[in-house]
């Protein structure tokens, strides 16, 4: 928590609303990928635990644990 985090995605050929990235209260808005690699600023992350999924929340999240 607190220290400059960047999040690092490889998109492999995703479709759909999973091309949009969301996680509230880590992302502000949504993250389209690109096809390859990804990289995603998280500025300075406070602790807590995070879900990240599509922008319709209907791919599997990934949990993101920041302490």
Excluded: W
Excluded at 1 to 17: E, H, R, Y
Excluded at 34 to 62: E, F, H, Q, R
């Amino acid at each position: 928590a607190g220290v400059p985090t960047t999040l690092i995605v490889d998109d492999q050929g995703i479709q759909g609303c999973g091309i949009f990235l969301a996680s509230r209260g880590l992302i502000d808005s949504f993250v389209e990928l690109k096809l390859g690699k990804n990289t995603i600023d998280l500025g300075t992350p406070k602790a807590g635990t995070y879900k990240i999924t599509c922008s319709m929340g209907m791919v599997a999240p990934v949990t993101l644990h920041i302490q």
